[in-house]
């Protein structure tokens, strides 16, 4: 428990450290537990519904069984590593080349993928599910392949450092029940929301900087069109049948 303490705390303040204990034995264990620990806290403050006063009418989560936020948990996982993959891959094309070539080449990938699913989406396009599939496969297949370049080292340490950067939406988390909640405040959700996203920005950028020589710039544009994919995918499993609409509700909008 020391060791996962100790692990946790570099990842409040210390990128650099952080990025150091990632390459140290044992390292990707203590990453997981991190991880873990994000996702029960997740799911239990999911439960508690906190937001329920921004919209009352909007379709969030009601009161559900433990079945359902077992279901739900057990989505997480499976998001979190989505989320890994993909920026890993994306910091894996965006730290080298034509800063500005590699970004057009990375904006139009997220596009295709945004796209496709709009199309998808919208009824009355009568776009078959086979053909749906086809083209997310002729997106997805390059994307596979590009990934297997990536050395198994890299892939273990950045995957540590990622599932370390939850100790920041654990600390969020908490300020939510914490402050949103009790005071009702759209605000104070706001900046809850606001100082996570460039606290993780910044941590990342400066982590990867330390841990790869990657300018920060490059890890955090990897990092924001690895967000935009990974968004994309909760919707693409209920488009094709593989989430329940509830859960998919919980994920999107608790």
């Known amino acids: 428990m020391r060791k996962l303490v100790e692990f946790a705390r570099l990842f409040i303040f210390s990128p650099g450290k952080a990025a150091e204990a990632c390459g140290r034995p044992g390292a990707w264990m203590q990453g997981l537990r991190v991880g873990l620990l994000f996702i029960v806290i997740q799911v239990f403050v999911s439960s508690l519904n906190p937001l329920s006063f921004m919209d ?123 402050v949103v909640a009790p005071t009702r405040s759209t605000a104070a959700f706001y900046a809850v929301c606001l100082t996570t996203l460039l606290w993780m920005l910044g941590f990342f950028g400066a982590g990867m900087r330390q841990m790869t020589g990657t300018s920060s710039a490059r890890s955090v544009l990897a990092f924001i069109f690895a967000m935009i994919v990974s968004s994309v995918f909760p919707i693409l499993a209920y488009l094709l049948g593989l989430m329940p609409k509830e859960v998919l509700k919980v994920i999107l909008f608790v």
């Open 56 to 178: 009352p009418t909007a379709p969030l989560a009601q009161a559900h069984n433990f079945g359902f936020w077992l279901t739900v948990g057990a989505c997480e996982p499976l998001l979190m590593c989505l989320s890994i993959f993909f920026t890993v891959l994306l910091f894996e094309w965006m730290r080298t080349g034509w800063l500005p070539l590699k970004t057009a080449a990375a904006t139009m990938w997220c596009a295709f993928l945004i796209g496709l699913t709009l199309v998808y989406a919208r009824s009355g396009l009568n776009l078959s599910k086979a053909f749906f599939l086809a083209l997310l496969c002729l997106w997805l297949l390059p994307t596979i392949a590009f990934s297997r370049r990536i050395a198994r080292e890299q892939w273990l340490r950045m995957a540590t450092f990622l599932l370390g950067l939850s100790v920041i939406q654990i600390i969020c988390l908490i300020l939510e029940l914490a």
